[in-house]
């Protein structure tokens, strides 16, 4: 089935070391999205991309950056991970403007 | 502004019986409004979708919604509930201000349904 992946499902990160969240997908959408989401809240758009543009929330800190290197794979990097960045971390994708196909999301703790 | 109301923070419902979830919208323009829904420690599943046509809208899972244009609403109902619908329902509307390219959701805060038997 196509699907979107993210691996891992569960991160434990010390404060302030650069942790990595991958996310993959098999929809051969164009668009890809990350979101952050805290207990049970409304998910917070951080960024995507549209194709290989990168389109940064004018709210979102610089201490998150995303990588595209393909259509199939994005990253999503916390430099210097804090105590409120613990979060689940959500990928999504989309045909342009079409409906949006989350993964199953990663839940990220910070110690 | 553009903003999404989901009045209810948890809606009970016993079991068989039908249940409703409700959301407001305000947008400009012609909406294009979605329901999703997220089990714990799952992303969020799309159910449904209205963009034209019919007012009565059907999903997955048994789910259907129903497009009120003078009441700006767009309500998720079942009309019997089972104990596996338990989870946090979310709606959403596509951000009329971006004309291309992606899709950006301004969602509700979400509404929590648990389902007794």
């Known amino acids: 089935d196509a699907m979107v992946i993210q691996n891992p499902r569960y991160q434990v990160t010390q404060f302030g070391k650069p942790v990595t969240l991958s996310c993959s997908q098999t929809l051969n959408h164009n668009v890809m999205y990350w979101y952050q989401q805290k207990s049970s809240q409304a998910p917070k758009l951080l960024f995507h991309y549209y194709d290989k543009d990168f389109n940064n929330e004018a709210d979102t800190p610089d201490n998150f950056q995303s990588r595209r290197p393909n259509t199939s794979f994005c990253f999503l990097d916390i430099r210097s991970p804090g105590l409120g960045d613990a979060a689940m971390y959500l990928c999504?994708?989309?045909?342009?403007?079409?409906?949006?196909?989350f993964g199953p999301g990663t839940r990220l703790t910070v110690t | 502004a553009q903003s999404v109301a989901q009045p209810e923070d948890q809606v009970n419902v016993a079991e068989g019986n039908p249940l409703t979830v409700k959301c407001t919208y305000s947008v400009s323009g012609n909406p294009y409004l979605f329901w999703y829904v997220q089990y714990p420690n799952r992303g969020l599943q799309f159910l449904l979708k209205y963009i034209t046509g019919d007012n009565l809208v059907k999903g997955s899972y048994g789910f259907e919604a129903e497009f009120n244009k003078s009441q700006t609403s767009f309500h998720l109902k079942k009309p019997s509930a089972l104990v596996s619908d338990s989870a946090l329902y979310f709606c959403a509307v596509r951000d009329p201000s971006l004309t291309r390219g992606y899709n950006k959701l301004i969602f509700g805060a979400g509404t929590r349904l648990a389902v007794h038997p």
């Open positions: 999504a994708t989309s045909r342009d403007r079409a409906e949006q196909y």
